[in-house]
């Protein structure tokens, strides 16, 4: 995105707790005023990484930078940058604004400036209003703009997030996912956000960062790892439904691939005979615009063709369905992918 | 339809006074019964064998009010409380705070605090005679390595009150420790953290953040403390019978000698009624002003 120096830079970072693997070797390198997200299933180091950079964790090796500064073993406060946290972390005594202002009066932050950031904090939120009100007394997706406000209200240009959605429900949590995209352009702040869903990772972010048992898999614009998945893990965890994977011997003529790689929107349904795999319906999910049809084969998993509109075919039904090569996707034995040009080598 | 709805209220109401009627009928035979018939028997004259009791009004009230040796135990009572409260409160306080941070050999310390209460009180005194008796005492012994002189703790007016505050200290902290060590751990780790992220100090998060999410706890404690330093007497059985000159005589063991030791149990129901009215208006001040006051969670 830009040529300057990365803003956060994270070198060969490792930490475990008594030899149980929490990350190792995460580099990673975020511009100034990118939306990062840290994908990934449950256990596989997001959180960590996050609570490394944020300073809650200190690395067993490896170096951190934030913004020219080496803050590899400083203390969470000296690291400019904010938090909001799953359970939002609030303090249920205090009111909305004293919950707001708390940092800035830790920081001395004299009263008249205090008052303005705050009204301007509760201003971008949505909450002018309530500034009297406690925590217990507001609603989940309230309570959670009031984590984001103690966010923002400093205005410190990195913001944490770890999972920050996770406890709304699923309308109130495509709308709030607007309002942070729209807050992170509007404030310009870099934010690098934890999630285990993609739908919010693939939508929000500018970078994506795909990790799995402590290591990072790929990282990548969006669209590149769902166009270019680094290896079949990213290819079966990006996209719904994710890549169907197919073994390369009933696909011959591809050189050295083991695995061939398809997603639904490239399937077709062939006439009887022209096909170039035959396979059964195991089932039908209607998704409104369109209906996509698990396909069984034996030599593939997740095989699936995507039909517009309503469409019912009985289980079991035989198929038959094309593709063009253009569309596949090759992985080695390790499961890394394989270049097109690479391949057309090989042939 | 009418008819119904009042049937149907009729039958709420007795399911109501059913579901009342065990705590009803235990807290009158032993709660408010005793407490009416303790007041009763405060307004009656002193029967002898020839004399039976007789109504007086509030005269077993004026001559306690005359009586010098009332108003030294009040005083006594007083100093104990305002004693004891504060500084068992905030030992507890300072124990539980330690003792819910990541050391070593946490659950030895946790245990090692709470030993005391699990020590009956009249096994307690008797561990602390051995204390402060004068010259095989254990503090005896220390002072004389220092050459210092022999101090007969439990024996000598200025110090006979002080050396049983200090057992009653000694022996509430750790148990209201327990409550602080329970409320600290309802407390989630993620506040810290995000007083971490702010950069508050350790002493302002404990300020800011953790004593005022204490507070219920604290309150329950205080009302605690404040009827123990009424009934927590065992004590002073083994150590000093309320002596020297009645410098370490309690309310209530004043009460127990009034009645049992010189049989005016008029006398004794008066003085019962004067403490039940105290820890009552205390009780009423905790329910009504502190509670609004207080975040519960």
Redesign the interface.
């Known amino acids: 995105m830009t040529v300057t120096a990365p803003f956060v830079l994270v070198e060969g970072v490792a930490k475990s707790w008594n030899g149980q693997l929490g990350v190792e070797g995460v580099s990673l390198s975020i511009p100034r005023g990118a939306f990062v997200a840290l994908l990934g299933p449950s256990g596989c180091g997001k959180s960590t990484t996050l609570r490394l950079l944020s300073g809650l964790e200190l690395p067993d090796a490896g170096r951190i930078s934030i913004d020219g500064r080496d803050v590899t073993t400083a203390a969470p406060s000296e690291r400019n940058l904010s938090m909001v946290f799953q359970s939002y972390a609030l303090f249920p005594h205090l009111s909305v604004a004293e919950n707001v202002v708390f940092g800035l009066k830790v920081r001395r932050v004299p009263r008249a400036e205090r008052a303005e950031k705050l009204r301007r904090a509760l201003e971008i939120t949505g909450l002018l209003g309530y500034e009297a009100r406690k925590p217990g007394e507001l609603s989940g997706g309230q309570r959670q703009r009031v984590a984001l406000a103690r966010a923002i209200v400093a205005g410190q240009p990195l913001c944490l997030m770890d999972e920050p959605l996770s406890n709304l429900d699923a309308k109130l949590r495509a709308s709030v996912r607007k309002d942070i995209k729209k807050l992170q352009v509007d404030l310009g702040i870099t934010v690098v956000y934890v999630t285990h869903d993609q739908t919010e990772a693939m939508s929000m972010a500018d970078m994506v960062v795909l990790m799995k048992d402590g290591h990072i898999q790929q990282t990548g614009a969006p669209e590149d790892l769902y166009y270019r998945p680094a290896n079949t893990f990213v290819a079966e965890f990006v996209g719904a439904p994710p890549m169907a994977l197919i073994d390369a011997a009933v696909l011959p003529g591809f050189g050295r691939a083991e695995r061939i790689g398809l997603r639904a929107e490239n399937v077709v349904l062939a006439d009887p005979g022209q096909g170039r795999l035959t396979c059964r319906v195991s089932e039908c999910e209607f998704l409104g615009s369109e209906t996509f049809i698990g396909l069984s084969h034996p030599a593939a998993t997740g095989l699936t063709v995507s039909l517009p509109g309503l469409r019912h075919i009985p289980a079991g039904q035989e198929l038959e369905i094309g593709f063009r090569d253009e569309d596949l996707h090759f992985f080695d034995a390790e499961g890394r992918r394989i270049g097109s040009t690479e391949n057309a080598d090989a042939e | 339809m009418a008819h119904h709805v009042n049937l149907e209220r009729r039958r709420q109401a007795i399911y109501g006074w059913i579901l009342l009627s065990p705590a009803a009928i235990l807290l009158t035979t032993f709660a408010f019964y005793p407490s009416l018939a303790t007041f009763w028997a405060s307004l009656m004259s002193r029967g002898t064998r020839r004399k039976p009791p007789e109504f007086v009004g509030g005269r077993n009230y004026s001559d306690l009010f005359a009586d010098p040796t009332f108003w030294v135990v009040v005083k006594n009572n007083l100093i104990y409380a305002g004693a004891t409260i504060p500084i068992s409160i905030s030992i507890a306080l300072a124990m539980a705070l330690w003792a819910n941070s990541k050391i070593p050999a946490r659950g030895f310390v946790r245990t090692a605090y709470f030993t005391p209460t699990v020590l009956p009180m009249i096994a307690a005194a008797n561990l602390w005679l051995f204390f402060y008796t004068p010259g095989l005492g254990v503090l005896d012994q220390i002072g004389s390595l220092f050459g210092l002189p022999s101090v007969n703790w439990l024996g000598q007016p200025e110090t006979a009150l002080w050396a049983i505050i200090i057992v009653t200290i000694w022996k509430e902290a750790g148990f209201f420790m327990i409550f602080y060590l329970a409320a600290l751990q309802t407390i989630?780790e993620?506040?810290k953290?995000?007083?971490?992220?702010?950069?508050?100090?350790r002493w302002?998060y404990t300020r800011?953040?953790v004593l005022?999410?204490l507070?219920p706890t604290t309150l329950f404690i205080v009302v605690n403390a404040l009827i123990n330093s009424v009934k927590l007497i065992d004590h002073l059985f083994i150590l000093t019978k309320g002596g020297p000159n009645d410098a370490s005589k309690l309310i209530l063991y004043y009460i127990w000698e009034m009645a049992f030791a010189f049989f005016d149990a008029p006398q004794a129901a008066a003085m019962t009624i004067l403490v039940l009215a105290v820890l009552g208006i205390v009780a009423a001040i905790k329910f009504t002003y502190l509670d609004k006051r207080t975040?519960y969670?």
Do not use: C, K, N, Y
């Open positions: 989630p993620d506040l953290e995000a007083a971490d992220i702010e950069g508050a100090s302002t800011r953040i005022p999410l507070m975040h969670q």
